[in-house]
């Protein structure tokens, strides 16, 4: 088995933040998302710990968080 195509990141673990503070995180990404326009997409995937831990990629955005907190973000920002 090979990782013949595969990158990998050195993922910085915000779990421990303050929701506030992975709320900046999140919007940054989202703004550079936005600024990018390129028509990607930031990917979401479940960390190897396991449940609630995910992976959040986009561009040299790399880290690992919780998807409560990200969704709790998602449904603020989608509000507005």
Not at 51 to 77: G, M, V
Request: net charge positive.
């Amino acid at each position: 088995m090979g990782t013949k195509g595969r990158v990998f990141y050195r993922h910085k673990n915000i779990m421990e933040l303050s929701d506030a503070d992975k709320y900046m995180i999140y919007q940054q990404i989202e703004e550079t998302r936005l600024m990018v326009n390129d028509g990607s997409n930031p990917i979401v995937q479940e960390h190897g710990s396991g449940f609630p831990a995910i992976i959040l990629d986009y561009k040299n955005h790399h880290y690992i968080t919780d998807c409560f907190s990200l969704e709790s973000w998602f449904k603020k920002w989608k509000v507005k």
